[in-house]
C-alpha cells in the first residue's frame, strides 16, 4: 500500500478544517496504537496510510496528552536494528463514572487503559433527599474523587453519570426518575456548578441501564449486535442494543420496561400507575415476598450499612441453602419476569439478555420460572428463545458504563485531553 499521500478528506485549508483533519487523525493514530499491540511509526503509517512524518507529528502529540508512550527497545523480526514500539499509555488520564441510586451514590475512577483507580459506594437515601441535596451530595463526592486523583498525578477528563429514569441527553436533563421523585433536573448543569468542573471537563448524562448496556455488551458480548441489559434494584429498566447502538427512541426515553402494565389489578407504582413491571419484580418486591425480614437490617446492624447489596447477598444465601420461602419468593418472582421479559423479546428479538443488578446474583433461582413464561408467550416459540444470562458486573455495571463513554470520547477526540 502507498503510504505517499496522507489518506484524509482534502479540505479547502481553512484553520477550523485543519484543526478538525487533525484531530481526526490524531484519534485514528490512537486508535491504531490501541487496538495492536505495541507497534512501530512505519506500521501505524502503513495500516492508517498516513505518511511517517504526519505519523511522527502525530504521535508526538499524543506523547505530550499522556496518551501513548514507547515501549524499552526490541528486536523487531528477524533483520534490522531493534526499535522502540508504540503503546497506549493512558495511566495518568481518567474518566469518572458516578451512579446515583434511590439508596446510595456510587463512583469509579478508570483510566484509559480500562484499569480502575478508585472506587467508591456511599449511603445515600435519594427517596428522603430533595434533588438539589442529592446533586450536592454527588459533587462533593466528584470533587473529592477528582482531587484525590490529581494527588496521585491522574488527571480526570470527564464525568458520567447514571441515573435510573429518562434523560435528554443532549442538555443533561433528567425528565423524570420516579424512585427518587424528581421532576425535570438538570443534572448536569447543577453538578458542573456545584462541584465547580472547569468549563474543559466533559459531563455526560444518561439512564443507568443504557450505561449498564454499554458496560456489559462491550466487556462480555462484544460480538453480539442485538442485546437487552435488564435492571434489578429499587426500580426495573432495560438498555437496549438493537443492530449493534444503542436504541435510544426519538428523545432518549426508550427502554422503560419497568413502566410496563402487566398486573392491571397490581399495587400502586412510584410512577403512580399500577401494576407496572417493576412493581412486580424490583427488590422490594423480591424482598416482601421472599425474605420480608431483610427489608430492615437485623438489630446490631446500622441502617447505613444496610442496602441493596447486603440485602441481595443475604437473600441468594438463603436460596442456595434452600430456604423454602426464599425459593419459592424467587420463582414467583421469575413468573412475573418472564411474563415482562417476553414483551421486548417479541418486540425487539434480542440474542442475549443480560440480567443486572439484584437479579444477577439470584439469577440461577429466577430463571426457571422466567423461561418457562417466556416459552409460553413468545409468538416465534423456541426459535425466538434468547440466552438469558447473569451480569459479570453485577451492581458496578451503570459507573462502569458511565467512565466509559467519557473514555470513548477521548478515543474519539484525544485533543480533550490537554496537553
Ligand atoms: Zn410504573
Not at 407496572?276 to 421472599?290: G, I, N, Y
Request: hydrophobic content about 45%; glycine content about 12%.
Amino acid at each position: 500500500m502507498s503510504s505517499s499521500a496522507d489518506k484524509t478528506i482534502p479540505s479547502s485549508g481553512g484553520p477550523m478544517d485543519q484543526l478538525a483533519v487533525r484531530r481526526a487523525n490524531l484519534a485514528l493514530v490512537l486508535r491504531e496504537v490501541w487496538s495492536s499491540d505495541a507497534s512501530s511509526r512505519a506500521a501505524v503509517a502503513r495500516r492508517t496510510g498516513l505518511t511517517r512524518p504526519t505519523v511522527s507529528s502525530l504521535v508526538n502529540e499524543l506523547f505530550e496528552r499522556g496518551l501513548v508512550r514507547e515501549t524499552d527497545l526490541q528486536q523487531d523480526g528477524s533483520v534490522g536494528r531493534p526499535g522502540r514500539k508504540l503503546e497506549l499509555d493512558g495511566s495518568t488520564v481518567a474518566a469518572l463514572g458516578l451512579e446515583i441510586n434511590s439508596r446510595y451514590l456510587a463512583a469509579c475512577t478508570v483510566d484509559l487503559a480500562g484499569r480502575t483507580i478508585q472506587e467508591r459506594r456511599i449511603v445515600h437515601d435519594g427517596t428522603r433527599e430533595s434533588a438539589a441535596d442529592t446533586i450536592r451530595a454527588v459533587a462533593w463526592l466528584t470533587a473529592r474523587l477528582i482531587e484525590r486523583a490529581g494527588r496521585s498525578g491522574i488527571r480526570v477528563v470527564g464525568v458520567g453519570v447514571a441515573v435510573p429514569g429518562p434523560v435528554e441527553v443532549t442538555t443533561g436533563r433528567v425528565r423524570a426518575a420516579p424512585n427518587l421523585r424528581w421532576n425535570d433536573v438538570p443534572v448536569g448543569d447543577l453538578l458542573r456548578t456545584e462541584a465547580g468542573l472547569a468549563d474543559g471537563m466533559s459531563v455526560v448524562v444518561d439512564n443507568e441501564a443504557n450505561l449498564a448496556a454499554l458496560a456489559e455488551w462491550e466487556r462480555a458480548h462484544p460480538g453480539v449486535s442485538d442485546l437487552m441489559y435488564v435492571t434489578g434494584e429499587a426500580g426495573m429498566g432495560a438498555g437496549i442494543v438493537a443492530g449493534g447502538q444503542l436504541l435510544r427512541g426519538a428523545s432518549g426515553f426508550s427502554g422503560e420496561l419497568g413502566h410496563v402494565q402487566i398486573d392491571p389489578a397490581g399495587a400502586r407504582c412510584a410512577c403512580g400507575r399500577a401494576g407496572c413491571v417493576e412493581t412486580k419484580v424490583a427488590l422490594p418486591a423480591a424482598l416482601d415476598l421472599a425474605a420480608p425480614d431483610l427489608v430492615r437490617p437485623a438489630a446490631g446492624t446500622p441502617d447505613a450499612a444496610w442496602g441493596p447489596q447486603e440485602q441481595t447477598v443475604e437473600l441468594a444465601r438463603r436460596a442456595a441453602a434452600g430456604d423454602p420461602k426464599a425459593l419459592a419468593g424467587l420463582d414467583e418472582i421469575g413468573r412475573w419476569l418472564g411474563k415482562g421479559l417476553s414483551i421486548p423479546v417479541n418486540l425487539l428479538n434480542p440474542e442475549v439478555v443480560v440480567l443486572g443488578g439484584y437479579f444477577a446474583a439470584v439469577a440461577p433461582y429466577l430463571l426457571p420460572a422466567a423461561m418457562r413464561e417466556m416459552r409460553s408467550r413468545v409468538v416465534a416459540g423456541d426459535a425466538a428463545l434468547c440466552r438469558v444470562t447473569g451480569s459479570t458486573l453485577g451492581f458496578t455495571a451503570a459507573v462502569r458504563g458511565a467512565a466509559g463513554v467519557i473514555v470513548k470520547e477521548v478515543f474519539a477526540d484525544p485533543t480533550r485531553v490537554s496537553r
